[in-house]
């Protein structure tokens, strides 16, 4: 299921959604800090949030599949290395993706409760960290991903300017 598709690996195609959906998700945190647009936002972002999080579950899934498919291409090298780190920081993504998921669909609950401004500004505070946490991780991940893939020993100039 996780392997691939039409000859081509399941983790190659569904780590651009995730690319997509977890900033998508953590910039959407970070608009939780306005005031007005909290509650209208409040379950789009529970919505975008829970995509991202079923996105990260398959994408890590699949590289996992990925990884056990290259099997010794990966041993005692470069590439090797960088995929090792790669999975190091999803794994790590993905513990912080849930602890967003749940503090957005707590806050999603709790915040038509909430009497006072203070309490809002506090839980949207608590939500855009957790998104900046989420969007710093994504990054790093990807950047790892592609690393290993492009340009595992870093001799490769891609600039252009040759």
């Known amino acids: 299921m996780f392997g691939s598709f039409d000859g081509i690996p399941i983790h190659v195609l569904v780590n651009h959604a995730a690319v997509v959906l977890v900033p998508l998700a953590g910039l959407v945190g970070i608009a939780f800090l306005r005031p007005a647009w909290r509650m209208p936002l409040r379950w789009p972002l529970v919505a975008v949030a829970v995509i991202a999080t079923i996105t990260i579950f398959i994408t890590r899934r699949s590289g996992t599949v990925l990884k056990e498919s290259l099997g010794d291409q990966l041993k005692d090298n470069a590439a090797g290395r960088l995929v090792e780190r790669h999975e190091e920081l999803a794994d790590r993504l993905w513990l912080w993706l849930l602890v967003f998921l ?19 500004g506090a839980a949207a505070i608590i939500v855009a960290a957790l998104a ?24 490769v100039d891609y600039s252009g300017s040759s």
């Open 102 to 120: 749940a503090v957005t669909v707590v806050v999603a609950l709790v915040l038509p409760r909430l009497t006072t401004p203070l309490a809002g």
């Open 132 to 155: 900046v946490v989420v969007l710093v991780l994504v990054a790093l991940v990807g950047h790892q991903g592609s690393k290993a893939v492009w340009n595992p020993e870093g001799t």
